[in-house]
């Protein structure tokens, strides 16, 4: 809702705005955007997660429980490629450079998933469960992820 006011009349007139739409091809340039501003720097860390959570509107940081087994190691933003962003059904989606987080504990280690941080640790950007979680890494054995995003106009 937008208020304008008139010095002139002294009148207050009330303006509803529409819906804001995203044309698919802002979703392509948003999304280009996102991923050169955004998640290709070091401000990006992804993460495993050990604890069964299944991420929804209401998560926060502190319901994960990182990895801390022997080989273990988040990795930066900074060092992932993303393709160029391709337009399917209205969605613009990517897939970023696969990630491999290793297992050197001697034992097999279970994961529910990945989440996304700030460097620091203390703001979460966004997560995602393994739809076969929970996955047991073997020892000596590697997780990897692929990255991806997706933007949609919904109207």
């Not at 059904?89 to 696969?98: V, Y």
């Not at 491999?100 to 950007?125: E, W």
């Not at 739809?131 to 590697?142: E, F, W």
Request: charged share 10%.
């Amino acid at each position: 809702m937008l208020l304008l006011w008139s010095a002139i009349l002294g009148l207050v007139v009330v303006v509803t705005l529409g819906l804001v739409v995203w044309p698919d091809n802002s979703c392509l340039n948003f999304l280009s955007n996102f991923i050169s501003d955004r998640l290709n720097t070091s401000g990006y860390t992804y993460r495993l997660y050990t604890n069964n959570v299944t991420p929804g509107t209401a998560t926060v940081l502190g319901d994960f429980t990182e990895a801390t087994f022997t080989g273990y190691g988040s990795i930066s933003g900074s060092g992932i490629t993303w393709s160029t962003p391709a337009l399917a059904g209205h969605i613009a989606q990517t897939n970023g450079s696969n990630m491999s987080f290793n297992n050197s504990s001697g034992s097999g280690q279970v994961v529910y998933g990945v989440y996304v941080t700030d460097a620091a640790n203390t703001k979460l950007y966004y997560v995602e469960r393994d739809p076969a979680a929970p996955v047991t890494i073997a020892a000596g054995g590697s997780y990897i992820y692929t990255p991806n995003q997706q933007f949609e106009s919904k109207n």
